[in-house]
């Protein structure tokens, strides 16, 4: 449960930050070979120090790097596990908004050789963001289940891992190892990132699943096994929480539905501290389902959208804090933007200063709502 030294905190955030023209043009320059790679980073580590500035000017209890040096909140990720490839096989994958469809093809990837950890991934980029905070450092990383969730077990090879059980463990070992990797360095905050646990809650993404080969009904009910797993040994003095959402790309979504279908299993079976949940407009429905949030588990509220510009109002915010208290008593709540601002280094649409106002407004209303954050 969130209190005054312990994360999740009262005013909190996802993670990624809208990454300033410096870093977008040095990685460009970097893709053509005008900079090194030593030249990148040295862009990079400035434009961390300005970010982690920036969130601890305006009264963050936590930090990160804004994700600065990824191209994409997962694959970055991904690629790096022992065994996974990166494929040619782009997908399709249909964001929508207010005007329409954009189509948007991320590179796939292939499990073409037993799962195994050859490295912390991210250690050297939590180690720099931990020397430059006096906040705490969060380090966020994809869930165990974004490896299987796009491609499903077509995307496995079958010769590799003829059965899935195998795959799970090997798996669920891989995040088991990588966590006691981070503990080491001293991270004490750690997110999972996991879109699939709430694309589950959308009919035609469970149906999606049916067709990939898996059982969309019950597809959360292995991940939540298999995160688990990979969470037994965790390391005292680490809080885990998820971050769960219905897509964010370029300002736009994937997935629409409430938390209903995944919320029995997920609040009261999931071995996190937290959970990071999008509660920004109607699409993520009503807060009826946080009634299966036990005690000693920490709500954060998503009530701040990162897809728009345009400054919540204060006491919108209170009022749907004391909304959602009718469900999850108030001690065990956290307020904090719905997503982070730039999940690929696209971004979304909306500026640098109207990023900071609404981080701004997440701390001044947790303020008003539980005193000093």
């Not at 059965?163 to 006691?180: G, N, T």
Request: hydrophobic letters at 40%; aromatic letters at 8%; a neutral charge.
């Amino acid at each position: 449960m969130s209190d005054s030294d312990t994360p999740p905190f009262r005013a909190d955030h996802v993670g990624s930050l809208l990454r300033p023209k410096e870093v977008l043009q040095a990685r460009d320059d970097r893709m053509t070979g005008r900079i090194t790679a030593a030249q990148l980073r040295a862009v990079e580590d400035k434009a961390i120090r300005d970010a982690v500035k920036m969130q601890e000017d305006i009264g963050l209890r936590s930090v990160t790097d804004g994700e600065f040096r990824r191209a994409s909140w997962h694959m970055d990720y991904l690629y790096q596990i022992g065994g996974v490839s990166r494929t040619q096989d782009n997908l399709k994958v249909q964001f929508r908004n207010e005007k329409g469809v954009i189509e948007f093809t991320p590179a796939a990837l292939r499990v073409a050789a037993p799962l195994r950890l050859e490295k912390c991934i991210f250690g050297d980029d939590f180690q720099f963001l931990k020397s430059v905070a006096r906040a705490t450092p969060k380090l966020t990383i994809p869930s165990p289940s974004m490896i299987h969730y796009r491609g499903g077990r077509a995307a496995i090879d079958a010769a590799v891992y003829p059965a899935m059980d195998a795959f799970w463990d090997d798996l669920a070992r891989v995040y088991a190892e990588e966590i006691a990797a981070l503990a080491a360095m001293g991270c004490t905050y750690l997110q999972l990132d996991d879109t699939s646990l709430a694309y589950l809650n959308d009919p035609a993404q469970r149906a999606h699943i049916t067709e990939l080969g898996g059982n969309g009904e019950h597809q959360h009910e292995t991940y939540i096994r298999v995160i688990n797993k990979a969470l037994a040994g965790k390391p005292a003095g680490m809080t885990v929480c998820t971050h769960m959402c219905r897509g964010n790309f370029r300002s736009s979504w994937v997935a629409s539905g409430g938390y209903d279908h995944v919320a029995e299993a997920l609040f009261g079976g999931l071995a996190v501290d937290g959970f990071f949940l999008e509660y920004d407009d109607a699409r993520s429905g009503g807060f009826e389902p946080l009634r299966f949030v036990p005690r000693g588990k920490t709500v954060v509220l998503g009530l701040v959208t990162t897809k728009k510009g345009a400054l919540e109002r204060k006491n919108d915010l209170k009022r749907r804090i004391d909304e959602a208290a009718k469900y999850v008593p108030l001690e065990q709540i956290c307020l904090s933007p719905q997503c982070g601002f730039s999940s690929t280094l696209e971004g979304n649409a909306l500026t640098l200063e109207e990023q900071a106002a609404k981080l701004r407004l997440v701390v001044e209303t947790a303020r008003e709502v539980w005193g000093e954050v």
